[in-house]
Every structure is written in structure tokens, then in C-alpha cells.
């Protein structure tokens, strides 16, 4: 986080031996522009408060250990030089025109001397700065990736921090299953009776603004089930936790399927409109009885029932996911069979925008 310091002194006094200030800025950790009011002492950073009132007025754990990582000696400020051997730690301090010239010609010499396959560039967004995108995306596409680079260069070589998440979870899967990507849409919590939180705390999102709307809903009188193999935050605030086999959701998202067409319980006009494959997936799921279901999940066959039910019986659900069905073997398809299962077993689920 950069402090955000283009900001309004509201308080300042002497507190001990220092001069205590407080501004009031943004987080700056994620894309969330939190409202917070800054605690400086000597113009440093003490902690971070949210602002009582503010539309986004939530500090989640990574705001309130700013300080620690603003501060923290391991983090890299300036292009660093390598003068001893590999391994040593030696670096010394050198221009951003002479890192970034020593780069240039190292590239090109590869790519004269072994062809530009050999490079291979990898990117992350850091502190989620956004203006990555802005700086290495293709045009048109909202993910930060070093494409518009290593592609003219010549390499195919192109991977980064979304090869592991957000690449299944914002592409593969909905473009694939509904022909969008997951920026398009939105959950309806809003609106919904039910809410299914699956492999996700919102608490500890970036931005957890989530979590604040879910527990706005769940107020107003709607069910809130988490499906996690932990006890998060998110599972002890929810109406029901279901502890699941780590791994394992997508036999549990095929085992409701299952359940919800056999039992006639989805949304018939809603298939027939727009649905391709419908007849191969009916014959698909019939091996993921809920018996089989419990034996892969260790979900108890009931629970995977009884949550197909309401997932169709509650005619307005929406959910929430991210990296917990991502992060594995079969993510992509752990995905895509959850949003087939909000397709047909909701009239509403998600909102496009």
C-alpha cells in the first residue's frame, strides 16, 4: 500500500515525543479505496481506522497491518543490482534508466542469440495495483497480464499470478458456460432468499464488501448456508455450515444437479431457450448419487439433498465464490458446474450488467 496521502489533516497534536497527525484517505492494499482515517506519528504510519459512516468504511486484516507492510524492511523500494555471487544477498542500488536498459539488452541478446521462445515472463499484480492493467493488458482485456510485451516481442512464453487465480475463475469457466466473462455479472444479494457462499470468506475479500452486503441480506430475513472445509468467519456468521472434503465440490455441485433434474425442480423454459447439452448432462449426473456424493465429500447424503432443494425451491438464490473451487485439480469444471447449477435451478441468480 502507498500511503494515500492526498488527503485532509482533520487532527494534529503532540502525543509523547512525537507529533500526532490524522488524515482522512483510502486503503490503498486493494482496488476497494476503503475509507479510512490515518493515524500518523511523525509522519509515518501508526494504524489505520475506518470511517464511521462511509459508503465503504471496513478495514479488513490486511488494512490493519498497513503499517507493517508500508514499513517492512524486506520490501523493495529501488532497481537492485546483483554485485557478488548468487546467493550472497549482495545488491547494490542502482537508476530506474540503467535497470532498465540492462533488461532491454539482455532480451534482445536472447533473442538474437537462442530466438525470443526462450524468454518467458511471468506478472503479478503486487499490492493488487490496478494500473497494470492499464500497463501490460492486450486492449480489451481487463486482466492484468504482460501479453502486449512478450507477444510483439515473439514468445508465446506468457504466464503470471492469474495462471493460478482469476483466469478459471473471471474466463475459463464463464466464458465457456455462459458466454461472459465473471466481471459481466454480479451477485443479486439484494434481492435474494437464499445465499450460497462457496469456497469463499468474504471477510478477507479484496475489497470485503461482500461480506457487509450478505450480512445486510441475511438481517432482512434471507438464508445464508457456507460451503467450506473450514470454519471461516463467513461459516460461523451463516444460517447453516457445510464442512466439505477439500477437492471435492464438484461432485457435490453434480450430486445437487442430480437431484434437481431428476426431481423436475429446474427452470424448464429457461433450458429449452438456452441450454445446449442439457440431455448429455442428465445422463452425466445420474452416477453422482447422494450416497456417492457423501462418500467422496463426506457431505452427508441428506445435506446434499436437502441443499439442491432449496437452492431450486428458493426461486431467488445467489452466490458467492473464488479461489476455494479454483485452487485444484478440476477448478475450471468445479466452476462451470456451479453456475450450470444456479442456471437452471434459479430464476435469478446473477445480474449482468
Not at 79 to 100: C, H, T, Y
Not at 324 to 339: H, I, P, T
Request: proline share 5%; with cysteine.
Amino acid at each position: 500500500m502507498k500511503a494515500s496521502i492526498h488527503t485532509k489533516v482533520s487532527e494534529e497534536h503532540r502525543e509523547g515525543q512525537g507529533v500526532r497527525q490524522v488524515v482522512t484517505s483510502i486503503c490503498g492494499i486493494c482496488p476497494g479505496g476503503c475509507g479510512v482515517d490515518v493515524e500518523l506519528v511523525e509522519g509515518k504510519i501508526n494504524r489505520l481506522l475506518p470511517i464511521k459512516d462511509h459508503p465503504l468504511g471496513i478495514l479488513c486484516v490486511r488494512g490493519v497491518y498497513a503499517k507493517e507492510i508500508v514499513y517492512s524492511l524486506d520490501r523493495v523500494l529501488h532497481p537492485m543490482q546483483r554485485v557478488g555471487a548468487k546467493g550472497q544477498g549482495r545488491f547494490e542500488r542502482i537508476s530506474w534508466d540503467e535497470a532498465l536498459d540492462r533488461i532491454a539488452e539482455r532480451l534482445l541478446d536472447i533473442k538474437r542469440t537462442t530466438g525470443p521462445e526462450a524468454v518467458m515472463t511471468y506478472i503479478g499484480r503486487g499490492l493488487f495495483e490496478t494500473s497494470l492493467i492499464d500497463a501490460f493488458a492486450p486492449r480489451g482485456v481487463e486482466m492484468n497480464s504482460s501479453k502486449s510485451l512478450i507477444f510483439p516481442f515473439g514468445s508465446p512464453n506468457n504466464c503470471g499470478c492469474g495462471s493460478l487465480c482469476a483466469v478459471t475463475y473471471q474466463l475459463l469457466a464463464p466464458v465457456t458456460t455462459l458466454g461472459l466473462p465473471m466481471r459481466a455479472t454480479s451477485p443479486d444479494y439484494a434481492n435474494a432468499k437464499l445465499i450460497l457462499v462457496w469456497g469463499a470468506n468474504p471477510a478477507t475479500d479484496s475489497p470485503p464488501t461482500a461480506m457487509r452486503k450478505i450480512l445486510a441480506a441475511k438481517k432482512r430475513g434471507a438464508k445464508v448456508i457456507a460451503i467450506d472445509h473450514m470454519r471461516s468467519e463467513m461459516a460461523g456468521k451463516a444460517d447453516r455450515w457445510i464442512a466439505i472434503r477439500p477437492g471435492t465440490d464438484l461432485a457435490f455441485a453434480l450430486g445437487m444437479l442430480r437431484t434437481i433434474i431428476n426431481e423436475g425442480l429446474y427452470d424448464h423454459e429457461f433450458v429449452e431457450k438456452w441450454m445446449h447439452g442439457f440431455a448429455e448432462l442428465c445422463e452425466y449426473v445420474q452416477s453422482f448419487t447422494p450416497q456417492e456424493v457423501e462418500r467422496i465429500t463426506q457431505v452427508p447424503a441428506a445435506v446434499v439433498v436437502e441443499t439442491a432443494r432449496a437452492i431450486a425451491s428458493a426461486k431467488h438464490a445467489t452466490f458467492n465464490t473464488y479461489t476455494g473451487l479454483e485452487y485444484s485439480n478440476c477448478g475450471v469444471q468445479s466452476l462451470r458446474a456451479v453456475l450450470i447449477l444456479f442456471a437452471i435451478g434459479v430464476l435469478t441468480g446473477i445480474v449482468q450488467f
